[in-house]
């Protein structure tokens, strides 16, 4: 499907475009509940950008997500929708909305808590791109709860990567927010029923962790979400997958890749350094889903647990960025052994750190709206 050209602009006059329709640091904008403070930029995109802004009154500080007006990308309706139904549910892998509003003419916003750092960026923090065993599959577990609890509502992401996961200090304890719902598509109907699957349609999420089916322009569902999930997984253990050399214009050696990692020698390549046998059972799962498929997760967390079980691997081991050393400890199954009442963790140097991380949501767009 061709697009209006008149709907194209050259990166350039984007750029321009869209800097001209957002606010400067301390401007105010109104939302349909209070009224907030604009402060620094936290992240840009191609159709907007993130904010740190100050609610008036209280002195609370949140994230306000921006969308320049007048584009063809309508991807924070889909935020907005997506969010609401999460919080209604009362999932606990989402952040919490707090407002929106909009300016005639300029943008429209949505208010949200405020996150940590995503996965990506903690990644890269750590040697060779990758994480500990440890803190990759306790992450594998949580980012599989989330999905469950998305397509619980109805809902399949389109791009799950890491960047689109972001860690929170809370009560003690970190937790884990999938973001970024701009590619979502409401999947089910309002009965609960599943909508029939498009005979075809154009690409959606992020080459290097698309499905193969989002490759040959099937439409996706809950199964789609789970194998990028497994690659995913797969990097955090390896810092790299197979195809991560192919550029975008590339796409079709990249499907070529995935489909090799399918053969006994390429899943051995894809897997050399992972919990061969449980990964070997995921993966074979996730291919012998179906779009009508209801993916059984408990299995899945299974046998992320079986994994760690036979690999020595505690499930209240601390993650990767609470120890005051960032080396990687250069096997990839043996991750940190040290038990967190003996390990001494720098907090305060950590969340500094942190904060000085923080974003919200990874404001590159991959993709386009349904």
């Not at 012998?288 to 690999?311: C, E, V, W």
Request: one cysteine or more; hydrophobic letters at 35%; glycine letters at 8%.
């Amino acid at each position: 499907m061709s697009r209006d050209p008149s709907l194209e602009r050259s990166s350039s006059e984007a750029s321009s475009f869209v800097t001209e329709k957002l606010p400067h640091t301390n401007n105010v904008i109104r939302g349909q509940e209070n009224v907030y403070s604009v402060g620094r930029k936290i992240a840009s995109g191609r159709y907007g950008a993130v904010y740190e802004v100050l609610r008036r009154g209280d002195g609370k500080h949140f994230a306000a997500k921006l969308e320049v007006s007048d584009t063809h990308f309508h991807g924070l309706n889909m935020d907005y929708n997506v969010l609401k139904e999460a919080n209604k549910a009362k999932l606990a892998h989402f952040c919490q909305l707090i407002d929106r509003g909009k300016i005639e003419g300029h943008f429209k916003f949505m208010i949200m808590q405020m996150l940590g750092p995503n996965l990506d960026k903690l990644r890269q923090e750590f040697q060779a791109n990758r994480f500990s065993a440890p803190t990759a599959l306790r992450l594998g577990l949580e980012m599989l709860s989330a999905l469950e609890e998305i397509h619980s509502i109805g809902f399949v992401h389109r791009d799950v990567k890491p960047s689109n996961f972001a860690v929170n200090y809370e009560m003690g304890e970190w937790n884990v927010y999938m973001i970024d719902f701009g590619l979502c598509r409401q999947y089910k109907s309002k009965n609960g029923d599943i909508k029939p699957a498009r005979d075809q349609v154009q690409f959606r999420g992020t080459q290097r962790y698309a499905s193969l089916n989002a490759h040959n322009g099937i439409e996706q569902s809950p199964r789609d979400d789970l194998e990028s999930w497994f690659y995913v997984l797969v990097e955090f253990l390896t810092g790299e997958l197979p195809w991560s050399i192919y550029k975008k214009r590339e796409r079709e050696m990249a499907k070529k890749a995935k489909e090799l990692a399918r053969t006994s020698e390429g899943t051995a390549e894809l897997l050399q350094y992972c919990p061969r046998t449980e990964f070997r059972r995921i993966m074979k799962y996730i291919d012998g889903l179906g779009y009508l498929s209801h993916p059984d997760y408990t299995f899945l967390r299974d046998l992320i647990q079986l994994a760690m079980k036979n690999n020595d691997i505690k499930a209240d081991q601390l993650f990767d960025w609470e120890y005051e050393s960032e080396e990687s400890d250069g096997e990839a199954i043996e991750g940190s052994s040290k038990n967190p009442e003996d390990t001494t963790v720098a907090m305060n140097g950590l969340c500094d750190k942190l904060d000085r991380m923080v974003q919200t949501v990874n404001g590159k767009d991959n993709g386009n709206p349904a």
